[in-house]
């Protein structure tokens, strides 16, 4: 998801961008090789964790997504992600293409060569700046890039719950499953190279798994097994623990009754990796940056997920009742921003870094390393590379213009903590704000106060009175002015779940349409002198981020809203004008 947020996200700002994927589908973690959920700050909507979803290209993704494929099919999900990159103007897709070696000359890099295997194409890509959003950073390790590997002591960073000593210790990786019910009962037999639990005591412990899906604990390396070079073992190893644990919860468990009707319907072959490499920026992100919720003057993104580490061997670990020999999972209060500092290679002087292989120690990497989280930093990347090549500078040098990225990031409905909208082309901040009504602490001002989402107390939006009737909110100039585009983010409910995902506690948590605060059916009417002159109407919005491009010259713009996907307000979070 990081790879393609960066990509959409440059070619977006102008730059003519490639995607290089090793795999036939989109998505890495969360394609339909591996289903795993998108995850981010809000914790799954944890307790007082609320407006914290992820916004900017990730969300208008997910959103889509809620829209066009409510049951969660991960073959619609694959070719809708397909789809969105695929007819993005500036960008082209390479799918099935293997990065094999690279071309650097004084520590920058000048081509990548790609072998395409199901077209025998052997491809070199030459480019002003390159990403890595590979996951396992191989264009980093082979630039020559400075990399971290396994966990740093408590001497190195300073950080409070690190190990003693530094280690090659690292999370492991898994391997998904789900199952359906047939509706008459489905034997199952154990194939002769799976494992026998049958008779072990520690699968008394599983009472409170969901038959339909795979569990994240079916999780093995990191210790014995590397997670990089011993990919293929591992994987192995997790599909005979796979049919070894499927054997006992259809044949020995005491759930063995409601699994008689259950079959397996698919068995992941593509293992899910949490961890491998982490590159070195200029900035190393560290669990006192996290704990402190420490905002940075070169802040690009943020992040909340909990200090969330793994038992190496996680399963066998399990099994044998061993001690574990992760450090401590930490939960904290508050989010914490990534700094630009760590989105880019501190040795190769056009590689920036994109998804989990970013400037962060072990102890803050099992924070930012979820894909909700990976993303939105992942577009942040994706800005600064096109900024960095129309201005011919290097990622180092472009953090001269970090003001300039961080509103880009604002405009494209990014979120970054601390900081607010102070574009001096938004003609909208300039406006008197109207409205045919409002509520108390939701007043129509608050869509040019600079923040697009509702912060601690703050709604930070227009909220209407009922919609028995349509409700308007007008921007009114005191000179003609010349909109070119108009920007209109509505309420998408940040608290609520629109990911998809395989496991049923997670789906039952969620409506299977499009947060209904959204609003569905709206008019735009451009005035001058008291009259109209253009109008603009969307009966289907299913988006956070309106962009209406329509060129008029106008002294007033109203904005009608009929109906909303369910909800009984009128809620407009931002309105911007260029």
Not at 447 to 461: A, E, H, L, Q, T
Request: include cysteine; glycine fraction near 6%.
């Amino acid at each position: 998801m990081a790879g393609i947020c960066a990509a959409i996200s440059a070619a977006r700002h102008g730059a003519k961008t490639a995607l290089i994927q090793d795999r036939p589908v989109l998505g890495g973690n969360a394609s339909s090789e591996i289903r795993m959920h998108i995850t981010g700050a809000s914790r799954h909507g944890a307790a007082n964790r609320k407006n914290l979803r992820e916004t900017g290209i990730i969300e208008e993704i997910l959103l889509e997504n809620k829209h066009r494929n409510p049951e969660y099919s991960y073959a619609l999900f694959d070719t809708l992600l397909w789809e969105k990159v695929y007819y993005q103007e500036n960008l082209t897709l390479y799918l099935n293409t293997t990065v094999t070696s690279v071309k650097a000359e004084n520590s920058k890099l000048i081509s990548v060569y790609g072998i395409q295997m199901n077209t025998e194409k052997r491809i070199e890509f030459f480019s002003k700046q390159f990403i890595d959003c590979s996951g396992d950073g191989i264009v980093s390790e082979l630039s020559g890039a400075e990399y971290m590997f396994g966990r740093e002591s408590k001497l190195d960073f300073n950080e409070p719950n690190a190990v003693d000593e530094s280690d090659t210790v690292t999370m492991g990786n898994t391997i998904q499953f789900r199952s359906l019910d047939a509706g008459h009962p489905v034997p199952f037999e154990r194939p002769e190279w799976a494992y026998d639990f049958s008779k072990e005591k520690w699968a008394a412990d599983m009472k409170w798994v969901e038959i339909s899906s795979g569990y994240w604990w079916l999780e093995l390396g990191g210790t014995k097994f590397n997670v990089v070079s011993d990919c293929e073992e591992i994987k192995e190893e997790l599909l005979k623990v796979v049919y070894g644990v499927w054997d006992y919860i259809k044949n020995h468990s005491d759930k063995k009754e409601d699994a008689a009707n259950y079959y397996l319907d698919w068995v992941g072959f593509l293992p899910s990796k949490r961890e491998s490499r982490r590159v070195f920026g200029d900035y190393v992100l560290s669990e006192n940056d996290i704990l402190e919720n420490k905002i940075f003057e070169d802040a690009i993104s943020y992040g909340g997920w909990h200090i969330d580490t793994h038992r190496p061997e996680m399963f066998f670990a399990f099994v044998n009742n061993k001690p574990h020999l992760v450090d401590k999972t930490v939960m904290f209060e508050g989010i914490y921003t990534v700094p630009y500092r760590s989105i880019y290679s501190k040795d190769i002087e056009n590689l920036y870094l994109g998804g989990r292989i970013i400037s962060a120690t072990h102890r803050a990497f099992a924070s930012t390393r979820v894909m909700a989280t990976c993303a939105v930093a992942a577009q942040a990347a994706g800005t600064a590379a096109a900024l960095a090549v129309h201005k011919n500078k290097s990622p180092r040098e472009l953090g001269e213009d970090i003001g300039e990225l961080q509103q880009l990031l604002l405009r494209d409905g990014c979120y970054i903590p601390g900081y607010k909208n102070e574009d001096t082309k938004d003609k909208a901040l300039l406006s008197h704000i109207t409205a045919s009504s409002e509520e108390k602490g939701f007043e129509a001002i608050n869509v040019i106060n600079g923040i697009s989402r509702p912060v601690g107390d703050n709604s930070n939006m227009w909220q209407s009175a009922e919609l028995s009737s349509p409700q308007s909110i007008s921007l009114k100039w005191d000179n003609i002015q010349n909109i070119k585009k108009l920007y209109v983010t509505f309420d998408s409910d940040l608290s609520v779940e629109i990911m998809p995902s395989l496991s049923k506690w997670h789906r039952v948590k969620q409506s299977t349409n499009v947060p209904d605060t959204i609003v569905r059916d709206y008019k735009v009417k451009y005035i001058l002198n008291g009259k109209i002159i253009e109008t603009y109407e969307n009966h289907r919005n299913h988006q956070r981020v309106n962009i209406i491009d329509k060129s008029v010259s106008c002294d007033e713009i109203k904005i009608t809203v009929n109906k909303t996907h369910g909800c009984n307000t009128a809620r407009i979070l931002e309105i911007r004008a260029y």
